[in-house]
């Protein structure tokens, strides 16, 4: 890894660093660093990055997205998802917000933080992850 500097999000540091053995740009959550080493071999950033290249909507995302996840929200969370994603509720009061996905893990895991509150209506990819989490978590004893 090579640090390519911090950002803030959603009050949260985070570190942008070149990774040698993806040969791409990843974000790790700056609390979650345990620990880190110097060594004296030189690094060159990637031509033309920048900082704000992590960033997206004030999150911390790298990469482009492949696809956009649908997200329905029972009214029992709607509220709090509504605040924190700037959504107005639908008619029946549910929440329904679009995400792009930059990485399907990332999007597995926005979903399981408000399960059993939040079905992924498309695509059915993620779905069908979220659905294989679920399963391991409940075959967990």
Known sequence: MHPLGFVWSRGQWYLAAWCERNADVRVFRADRIVTA???AASFTPPEGFSLDSVLRDGNVLVG???ETMRVRYSKKVARFVAEE???IPEPDGTV???YPVYDSQWAVRRVLRWAPEAVIESPEGIREMAREALERIAAID
């Open 96 to 98: 329904v917000a679009d």
């Open 64 to 66: 482009s997205a492949t």
């Open 37 to 39: 080493e110097t060594d």
């Open 85 to 87: 994603e700037g959504i």
